[in-house]
């Protein structure tokens, strides 16, 4: 693939100024530049500011490799296998630089490294080139969009300014191949679709839904993270239709898409379709939102089932059927997506507390209302009934009402729960005595 000559655009022209960067990035760009190396902002960065976003990541690239960019700065620290990245830490804050990108070839020279699957997808890629070479092996065009700190012009090699003027969402290259190379960009293509308020081009979508299977060829750490893109932007809901739409979701959450489809009444994609939106709505007005809250959701309707069948199939108490059913559930999840056993631990707490809620009386409200996941239960109990479960509206509602109470209201609000008249207790059948003839 060969890319058309760039076109470069005056600093009079575009309309980017320095002080739209971080400052330390500004620095990143002058000592590399100082130090003899060429060093570019590129990608997100010179797009945002494009659109008229602010821009949150400041990405460099450069000519220097990871161990020169390492001698120039001592608070650089090098990372990545697949391929070796900078990151330079100032602080809170890390600027990101990379070597410029190359073409493989069969035969390895010095650093340039390589190495590829069966099905094209590329394992090492420590292969480094030219800034031509580097905008070829860009995903998509409004990422190939390079700002020189030499002469202050914006380089576009792969049609960016274009696509951004027509709101798509464009690859680079034979769309099959590059999902091929790293079939994740089917879901950054998703991502930045829903981020930009962009159109996916015809061409970058027609593949996506025959080759979404790739996805199992992926590290479940590596979905995670590309889990916490598309569901912590503020942009969930989208996102989620978007990877159903194209057939992603299911190589993600193979047993929720099962309860979608599984599903009589509609309660499965309401539930997670509520779920995001009201993530959206926290997320947009800056609020907590915990990871573990969202993946409670996700596996919540699987997670219920499978304790309905160990509780008809194998007697077991309620309790005990959630216990197990947890177990099984995350187990068979983190094949596909790896949840750290810190966000899994608060999913369970979640989990167990729907279990409790009912459980008021004496002193054991108030002690449930101590618990760390407390908040986040409650708030999953009252989307259960907004979603369909209203056989839970009193029981939320008596929540909501003890929590907008004082002390001494909550007291009495229990007090009068415990003077409810007691129920019967069921007579046991007394036990047949053995055969004694």
């Known amino acids: 693939m060969i890319l058309p000559e760039p076109v470069v655009v005056p600093r009079s022209e575009h309309g980017i100024s320095r002080k739209q960067f971080s400052p330390n990035a500004v620095k990143v760009l002058y000592r590399l530049k100082d130090a003899g190396f060429e060093a570019y902002l590129v990608g997100g960065c010179i797009r945002d500011i494009l659109l008229g976003i602010e821009p949150k990541d400041f990405d460099v690239v450069t000519n220097a490799t990871p161990e020169e960019i390492k001698r120039i700065f001592r608070n650089c620290r090098l990372i990545g296998r697949r391929f070796r990245l900078a990151h330079i830490v100032f602080g809170q804050e ?91 960009r089917m879901l950054r293509a998703v991502r930045f679709a829903t981020k930009l308020n962009m159109q996916i081009s015809p061409a970058t979508a027609k593949p996506i839904t025959q080759l979404a299977e790739l996805l199992d060829n992926i590290p479940p750490a590596r979905l995670f993270e590309e889990c916490l893109k598309l569901f912590l932007n503020g942009k969930a809901q989208e996102n989620f239709t978007l990877l159903r739409e194209f057939g992603l979701f299911k190589y993600l959450f193979p047993a929720t898409e099962q309860a979608i489809i599984d599903d009589t009444d509609g309660f499965v994609l309401r539930f997670i379709n509520q779920m995001f939106a009201n993530t959206d709505t926290r997320i947009n007005e800056e609020k907590k939102v915990t990871p573990a809250f969202i993946f409670a959701a996700l596996l919540w309707v699987p997670l ?30 983190a094949k596909k997506v790896a949840v750290p056993k810190r966000f899994t631990i608060g999913a369970r707490d979640i989990w167990h507390l729907q279990l409790r809620l009912d459980k008021r009386s004496g002193q054991r409200a108030y002690r449930l209302s101590l618990q760390p996941k407390f908040r986040a239960a409650y708030d999953f109990l009252l989307l259960r009934v907004e979603c369909g479960e209203q056989e839970l509206a009193e029981l939320a509602a008596w929540w909501t009402n003890y929590l907008g109470r004082d002390v001494n209201g909550q007291k009495d609000l229990v007090k009068t729960l415990d003077e409810r008249p007691a129920r019967r207790p069921r007579r046991r059948k007394p036990k047949r005595k053995p055969n004694q003839s």
């Open 304 to 333: 219920r089932k499978h304790a309905e069948q160990l509780m008809q199939n194998d007697n077991l108490f309620v309790h005990d059927a959630y216990n197990v059913a947890m177990n099984a559930v995350l187990s068979d999840s």
């Open 94 to 184: 890390i600027i990101e630089v990379a070597t410029m990108r190359g073409h493989h070839s069969d035969s390895p020279k010095g650093n340039n490294i390589s190495q590829a699957s069966d099905e094209g997808q590329l394992l090492r890629d420590n292969v480094y080139g030219t800034i031509e070479e580097d905008a070829e092996r860009r995903d998509f065009s409004i990422n190939a969009l390079y700002y020189s700190i030499d002469d202050f012009t914006v380089r576009d090699y792969a049609g960016g300014l274009a696509a951004i003027n027509a709101r798509q969402i464009d690859l680079i290259g034979d769309p099959e191949t590059r999902y091929r190379e790293d079939p994740v």
